[in-house]
């Protein structure tokens, strides 16, 4: 696997933000840390989410974007990107959605973590930018991030390394994952594939095992 760098550690409590004629909580907002923040099962030190029905929780510890990716969206469509611009609690350098598998575990300074589910594009994201199209263009693209669960606490700082510790055999790719669940909606095969991932967290278990089930009666 390629070599892949935290590029920075992003944490930030929830703040309320105007989304037209109202306002909205929304930890989106994150900025790096200097030195190193303590990762637990519930996510970093300093760090929180607004919306704990849909962030956050033990599946959803830490939220993980690409760098790499930056460029792409900076052409034409946001401004200059830095640490943190999706929202991310690691921002990684190296590697992207196609590069990771569900059910992947590293280490990653003190901590190990597993790759859970891809990130679900929110709302929240056209909000901070005034892009209305902004997450619908994520799903499209399937550029949309990670999530991590932490199998061990510890400390996680800029510049360690994402050592992988296990591959899944099943090769089930987060840009793979992506696909399945906005691309190939009626794709009962596909469908099953991602669900026999174990790991795969709930928060997408749930709605895929609904789908086939829909798709099963249709048959």
């Known amino acids: 696997?390629?070599?892949?760098?935290?590029?920075?550690?992003?944490?930030?409590?929830?703040?309320?933000?105007?989304?037209?004629?109202?306002?909205?909580?929304?930890?989106?907002?994150?900025?790096?840390?200097?030195?190193?923040?303590?990762?637990?099962?519930?996510?970093?030190?300093?760090?929180?989410?607004?919306?704990?029905?849909?962030?956050?929780?033990?599946?959803?510890?830490?939220?993980?974007?690409?760098?790499?990716?930056?460029?792409?969206?900076?052409?034409?469509?946001?401004?200059?990107?830095?640490?943190?611009?999706?929202?991310?609690?690691?921002?990684?350098?190296?590697?992207?959605?196609?590069?990771?598998?569900?059910?992947?575990?590293?280490v990653i300074g003190e901590a190990i973590v597993q790759l859970s589910q891809p990130r679900q594009p929110c709302f929240k994201l056209s909000v901070r930018y005034g892009v209305p199209e902004l997450p619908e263009k994520v799903q499209e693209t399937g550029y949309s991030g990670f999530y991590f669960r932490v199998v061990r606490e510890g400390l996680i700082q800029a510049g360690d390394r994402m050592e992988l510790l296990e591959r899944h055999p099943?090769?089930?790719?987060?840009?793979?994952?992506?696909?399945?669940?906005?691309?190939?909606?009626?794709d009962a095969e596909a469908i099953r594939s991602l669900l026999d991932v174990r790991e795969l967290a709930d928060a997408w278990r749930g709605p895929l095992q609904k789908r086939l089930e829909t798709l099963d009666n249709q048959g």
């Open 170 to 186: 099943a090769g089930m790719t987060v840009m793979r994952a992506n696909e399945i669940k906005y691309k190939r909606k009626d």
């Open 1 to 106: 696997m390629k070599e892949v760098v935290i590029a920075a550690v992003n944490v930030g409590l929830p703040r309320s933000v105007p989304n037209g004629k109202k306002e909205v909580q929304t930890g989106i907002f994150k900025e790096p840390v200097d030195g190193a923040a303590y990762l637990s099962t519930l996510g970093f030190e300093g760090d929180g989410q607004a919306d704990l029905k849909n962030h956050g929780g033990p599946d959803k510890a830490v939220c993980v974007y690409s760098t790499d990716r930056f460029a792409f969206w900076e052409d034409g469509v946001l401004p200059k990107l830095g640490p943190g611009a999706f929202g991310e609690n690691l921002s990684i350098a190296g590697g992207a959605e196609e590069d990771f598998c569900i059910g992947d575990t590293f």
